[in-house]
Antibody
């Protein structure tokens, strides 16, 4: 069974940093591309970032480009999202998801990031 | 960026009734469109991909159609567990991958 478990969320002040992790199991992580998707409270879904299986291709939404960095550790079956210069409008539940032809196949339960002073 | 507009915003229906949800794209996305279901407090679930292909485990009462700029998700006979918010998403022109604003299906 595919399992994705996000961690690392929490409360951070504007301008601060946070690193999200996504622990993957139940599938061959090394051969799957991955995404981060977020959802602001009471709002819709927004794609954040994509990383290919070999990390050769990485893409970001314009709203996070230059501030967020996605990475992966195949040895530990983990996906990461380093978030710097956080703003109030980054407040959201952040989901990691497996890629299925650039759709989102399996999702984690999400990690809440709150940016507030 | 491809904008996806979903309608209606809310559908109020009863179990057993049929539902038709619409998603319109600002540019042709060919058939590269997916549908997701999200229930309160849960992560979204992939239902349909490439416009009409059901994801594994998705009941046959869910069907997708359309191509180009106009797409539909049809639920033939609503079950109590089908209530929630439905999102469309395109992968034809990216980055960015984009979602519609959602349609809430409620009792």
């Amino acid at each position: 069974e595919v399992q994705l478990v996000e961690s690392g969320g929490g409360l951070v002040q504007p301008g601060g940093s946070l690193r999200l992790s996504c622990a993957a199991s139940g599938f061959p992580f090394s051969s799957h591309s991955m995404h981060w998707v977020r959802q602001a409270p009471g709002k819709g879904l927004q794609w954040v970032s994509f990383i290919s299986s070999d990390s050769a291709f990485i893409y970001y939404a314009d709203s996070v480009k230059g501030r967020f960095t996605v990475s992966r550790d195949t040895a530990n079956n983990s996906l990461y999202l380093q978030m710097n210069s956080l703003r109030a409008d980054d407040t959201a539940v952040y989901y990691c998801a497996t890629d299925r032809k650039y759709y989102f196949d399996h999702w984690g339960r999400g990690a809440l990031v709150t940016v507030s002073s | 960026e491809v904008l996806l507009t979903q309608s209606p915003g809310t559908l109020s229906l009863s179990p057993g009734e049929g539902a038709t949800l619409s998603c319109r794209a600002s540019h042709s996305v060919r058939n590269y469109l997916a549908w997701y279901q999200q229930k309160p407090g849960q992560a979204p679930r992939l239902l349909i991909y490439d416009a009409y292909n059901r994801a594994p485990g998705v009941p046959a009462r869910f069907s997708g159609g359309g191509s180009g700029t106009d797409f539909t998700l049809t639920i033939s006979s609503l079950e109590p567990e089908d209530f929630g918010v439905y999102y469309c998403q395109q992968r034809s022109i990216w980055p960015p991958l984009t979602f519609g604003g959602g349609t809430k299906v409620e009792i």
